[in-house]
């Protein structure tokens, strides 16, 4: 009977991390599937072997990428590699000829931003880190962040702070209260790691700010350690770091077996969330309602119906109106015309734009129907309203 052969495989990872001990354990798990027969040598601090990297006696490497370090010593193996990291907007960073595992950046935050959304915030914030040489995962987060703010027309606000370690603490802690404490409120941060948010929770603590009322918090990594260590048990996205790890043996099971390696990088999306007390915000209105307000907030003007406010909420219209007559009084079509009314005597009061333009800017299909809706609402036309805050001396 032939025996099956055993490879020397090297795993160049943290373990003492969540993000690299799960992709361990997930390689550990397709191995427990397979025929596979892997002998793993685990570094605990892979950064001290790099040197001697090039002489190992191993039949294949699995590494971190996002350690610029790491990445670096791999580009002289003479044995299959396959790196473990981030997903990059710019697809010229991505390593060349290396089959590549990537934890998808943008879904994680995409997720995290609609789950805040859905418990009702409409204001939203970033804890980020100073960029490293073994954190480009961060800045990746804070560039899908910056989109999804750009596309919902929000403001972008990001803090990064400083790396905290035990003599900076004090310090740093008094910066990230003094952020805390300027946010107009209710708002949601996205931490872009649970260590992160963790110091987002103590800041909080400190400062008295109420969290989930005042400030409504997330991580990224759902780390046992992180939920252990605060009073307020933590929310987390979680990244999927098992089926990355369970994926990038394949590739290399794949490889060794044989098999050309693959072109394109695999992307891994986030498995869920893991939703607890910290983001647990009580919107005054139904999720629903919520959910429609922020879109309407960002849409009003641009003439949208109430349809299309349905389809974005994932609901027929029917339901949606039921639940705004409920929670306002009011139905969908004049929730969009009072911010259309709001948007249209803010331009009013604070600038000499014509009423045809202000018409179009606020989404009106006419300046007839502007004058109309004004008369109907305000008791006045556009002009007058104009005439009225300029007589008061009042700007809005």
Not at 155 to 179: D, F, K, M
Not at 310 to 318: C, D, E, F, K, L
Request: charged content about 20%; some cysteine.
């Amino acid at each position: 009977m032939t025996m099956p052969v055993t490879h020397r495989i090297a795993l160049l990872f943290k373990s003492n991390e969540i993000y690299g001990r799960e992709i361990i354990e997930g390689i550990c798990q397709y191995l427990g599937t397979t025929r596979a027969s892997w002998d793993l040598f685990i570094e605990t601090d892979p950064g001290a072997g790099l040197a001697n990297i090039e002489s190992w006696q191993g039949d294949g490497i699995i590494a971190d990428f996002n350690d610029a370090h790491i990445r670096a010593a791999m580009s002289g193996s003479r044995v299959p590699v396959v790196g473990v990291g981030s997903t990059y907007e710019d697809i010229s960073r991505y390593p060349a000829g290396v089959p590549y595992v990537a934890s998808d950046q943008s879904k994680l935050i995409e997720l995290a931003y609609g789950h805040l959304v859905d418990v009702g915030l409409s204001r939203f914030a970033l804890f980020s880190l100073p960029p490293r040489y073994d954190n480009p995962w961060a800045q990746e987060r804070e560039s899908a962040f910056r989109r999804l703010m750009q596309r919902d027309k929000l403001a972008v606000t990001i803090y990064r702070g400083e790396n905290v370690n035990a003599p900076t603490w004090s310090e740093e802690g008094r910066h990230l209260v003094e952020w805390l404490l300027a946010l107009p409120k209710p708002v949601g941060i996205i931490a872009v790691s649970d260590a992160r948010a963790r110091q987002l929770l103590q800041a909080c603590l400190i400062a008295d700010i109420a969290v989930p009322a005042q400030v409504a918090l997330i991580g990224i990594d759902n780390d046992p350690l992180a939920r252990m260590l605060t009073r307020i048990p933590l929310s987390s996205v979680i990244q999927g770091t098992h089926e990355m790890g369970r994926v990038a043996a394949r590739l290399l099971h794949q490889m060794l077996s044989g098999a050309p390696k693959p072109a394109a990088p695999v992307r891994v999306a986030p498995a869920g969330i893991n939703v607890l007390a910290s983001s647990r915000h009580e919107a005054a209105k139904h999720p629903y309602v919520m959910r429609a307000l922020h879109f309407i907030r960002q849409y009003a003007c641009q003439g949208i119906k109430t349809e299309q406010v349905a389809n974005y909420v994932g609901i027929s219209r029917s339901s949606l109106e039921s639940h705004f007559r409920a929670a306002l009084g009011r139905s969908v079509h004049d929730e969009v015309l009072r911010y259309k009314i709001d948007a249209a005597t803010t331009i009013l009061a604070n600038d000499s734009t014509s009423i045809a333009d202000v018409a179009v800017r606020c989404g009106f299909t006419s300046v007839q129907y502007m004058h109309a809706v004004f008369k109907r609402e305000l008791g006045c036309t556009p002009r007058k309203y104009r005439d009225q805050v300029m007589q008061r001396g009042e700007a809005v």
